[in-house]
């Protein structure tokens, strides 16, 4: 029997009862699909940073690379200052695990309301890939006369061919697999003609070893009106790391919103990690009130990554006919049903 150490990283706020549900859930289809799962929980978030300074503990990292996989709650905390906590733990996890895609599906379910008039599951089916380890994302640049009338702050966007190109790579390799017909590489070559420049040219080159997928180019502003106006003429898009950031919001209300929304930060050749993209609804915290649903889809997808892919499809199954059959709304307090009833009708599902 195939066996996976899962670390866990419940997070803040509502974190922790969201991952709760979707580790019931990955038990469940563990048990259905016979193979073994072992969790190990870490502490690491606002709480954690508040009682003793630390956001991640010396040695994290490298423990954290052990595991097949991990399994993100959410990470914000009302009481500390936006940047620490997104920065220490997720951003340094993505950048020092070298998980260099941001895969962020973007599919609409039958049952689900979607803001666009006349679109449903036909039309609302994509997947975003975004490069996830360089970009405006690395922190490079820095402040001159700091708290000065002549005060200066870059913000540089790093782009290397090597970077760019394994996560074209990437986008490449899923359309192969996925059997998606397209792929479209979102950009600003008329503005950002450097970075964009060598993005446009590693596609079309790359893409020459890919003649089964069929290139299209959009600009990032342009693509904002068409996820709109036509979402179902996008099969694949690959983008950098900030634009791949706005998009998949976009992306996340077309499909239904924070309820469903997930997402793996990905190294093909390392430790992965999947994660709800929405964040840590403080608010709601302890009131079973959140949607579990985005962290049951990451679940989902983590199962994929392990190559469980019957397990995975039986989650995404599941989940959904609990939307369209059982659940009033994705939205928390909503649903006519509890955070773990929503984790129970997923298994009973199954
Ligand atoms: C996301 C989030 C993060 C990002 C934040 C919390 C650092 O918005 O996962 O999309 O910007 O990547
Ligand atoms: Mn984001």
Same mark, same amino acid.
């Given at each position: 029997?195939?066996?996976?150490?899962?670390?866990?990283?419940p997070g803040d706020g509502t974190g922790p009862e969201m991952l709760r549900e979707g580790v019931k859930v990955?038990?469940?289809a563990a048990k259905k699909f016979a193979f073994d799962l072992t969790f190990e929980e870490f502490?690491?978030?606002?709480?954690?940073? +508040?009682?003793?300074?630390?956001? &991640?503990?010396?040695? =994290?990292?490298? %423990?954290?690379?052990?595991?097949h996989a991990i399994y993100l709650g959410a990470v914000g905390h009302p009481e500390v200052?936006?940047?620490?906590?997104?920065?220490?733990?997720?951003?340094?996890?993505?950048?020092?695990?070298?998980?260099?895609?941001?895969?962020?599906?973007?599919?609409?379910y039958p049952g689900v309301e979607t803001p666009l008039k006349d679109k449903g599951p036909d039309e609302i089916d994509f997947v975003v890939v975004?490069?996830?380890?360089?970009?405006?994302?690395?922190?490079?640049?820095?402040?001159?006369?700091k708290g000065t009338p002549h005060e200066v702050a870059i913000q540089e966007s790093i782009n290397t061919r090597f970077g760019v190109e394994r996560c074209l790579r990437y986008a490449f390799e899923y359309c192969r697999e996925h059997k998606r017909k397209t792929l479209t590489l979102c950009g600003k070559?008329?503005? +950002?003609?450097?970075?964009?420049? &060598?993005?446009?040219? =590693?596609?079309? %080159?790359?893409?020459?070893?890919?003649?089964?997928?069929?290139?299209?180019?959009?600009?990032?502003?342009?693509?904002?009106?068409?996820?709109?106006?036509?979402?179902?003429?996008?099969?694949?898009?690959?983008?950098?790391?900030?634009?791949?950031?706005?998009?998949?919001?976009?992306g996340a209300i077309l499909q239904?919103?924070?309820?469903?929304?997930?997402?793996?930060?990905?190294?093909?050749?390392?430790?992965?990690?999947?994660?709800?993209?929405?964040?840590?609804?403080p608010k709601y915290t302890g009131k079973n009130m959140i949607n579990p649903l985005a962290a049951i889809c990451a679940g989902g997808m983590l199962l994929e990554h392990l190559g469980e892919k019957e397990a995975a499809t039986?989650?995404?199954?599941?989940?959904?006919?609990?939307?369209?059959e059982h659940i009033q709304s994705l939205s928390a307090g909503k649903m006519g049903a509890g955070t773990s009833e929503v984790g129970d009708l997923v298994v009973d599902n199954l």
């Open positions: 029997m195939e066996s996976y150490k899962i670390a866990l990283i990955l038990q469940a502490d690491y978030g606002g709480e954690r940073y +508040l009682k003793s300074g630390e956001v &991640l503990p010396a040695g =994290a990292v490298e %423990e954290l690379r052990k595991y200052k936006p940047g620490i906590l997104e920065k220490g733990i997720l951003l340094r996890l993505r950048f020092e695990l070298d998980q260099y895609i941001n895969l962020r599906p973007v599919k609409l975004r490069e996830n380890s360089e970009g405006l994302y690395t922190g490079s640049g820095g402040f001159m006369r070559t008329n503005v +950002l003609t450097f970075a964009f420049d &060598l993005w446009e040219r =590693a596609f079309h %080159e790359v893409g020459e070893e890919y003649p089964d997928v069929q290139r299209e180019y959009a600009h990032v502003d342009a693509i904002s009106m068409w996820m709109v106006k036509n979402p179902e003429q996008f099969d694949v898009i690959v983008t950098d790391n900030m634009f791949g950031d706005i998009i998949t919001d976009l239904g919103g924070m309820g469903i929304a997930a997402g793996g930060n990905i190294n093909p050749q390392g430790t992965s990690m999947f994660e709800p993209i929405g964040g840590s609804a039986a989650v995404e199954k599941a989940v959904m006919t609990v939307c369209s």
